[in-house]
């Protein structure tokens, strides 16, 4: 008997909107609905775009990478470390996914353990994957500013 799958976190009201002026923390785990434009980064022809998206794809990678000071300096390159980064924790979850039961057999589990930690790990791989193509979208406007003439 296959189990439910694990409860997602959901959004708190209002929590997938534009920050302003670095008020609200941005909620990086939990992937905007509205076509693929992160909802804790400002639009692209506003004033604030750089820096709200420095603030989340920072709060999307390892703490230590906000003292980087190239990171900080140049943001396409953060978004592409971000990306690559994303992209490797969807690798793990699928390892996780494909290897649970051959690599967790011999632990004191019961079969369900196992199977929550399967449907865990596909659905953090869903979680990553749509924070990854919002990266690449936010990545995409940051490369046009950054393109040689």
């Known amino acids: 008997m296959k189990r439910p799958p694990i409860k997602q976190v959901q959004a708190l009201p209002g929590a997938d909107f534009a920050r302003d002026a670095g008020t609200a923390a941005p909620t990086p785990w939990l992937p905007s609905q509205r076509g693929g434009w992160p909802g804790s980064v400002a639009p692209p022809s506003s004033e604030r775009f750089v820096q709200s998206a420095k603030d989340w794809l920072f709060s999307l990678g390892p703490?230590?990478?906000?003292?980087?000071?190239m990171l900080n300096r140049l943001p396409v390159l953060l978004a592409r470390v971000v990306r690559s980064h994303l992209e490797a924790g969807?690798?793990?979850a699928t390892l996780?996914?494909?290897?649970?039961?051959e690599s967790l057999g011999h632990l004191d589990l019961q079969k369900t353990d196992l199977e929550d930690?399967?449907?865990f790990s596909e659905q953090e791989y869903s979680q990553l994957q749509a924070l990854a193509l919002q990266v690449r979208v936010v990545e995409a406007e940051l490369e046009r500013r950054y393109r040689r003439q």
């Open 63 to 69: 703490t230590r990478w906000r003292f980087i000071p």
């Open 90 to 92: 969807m690798a793990s």
């Open 96 to 101: 996780n996914s494909r290897t649970a039961q």
């Open 117 to 119: 930690f399967v449907d």
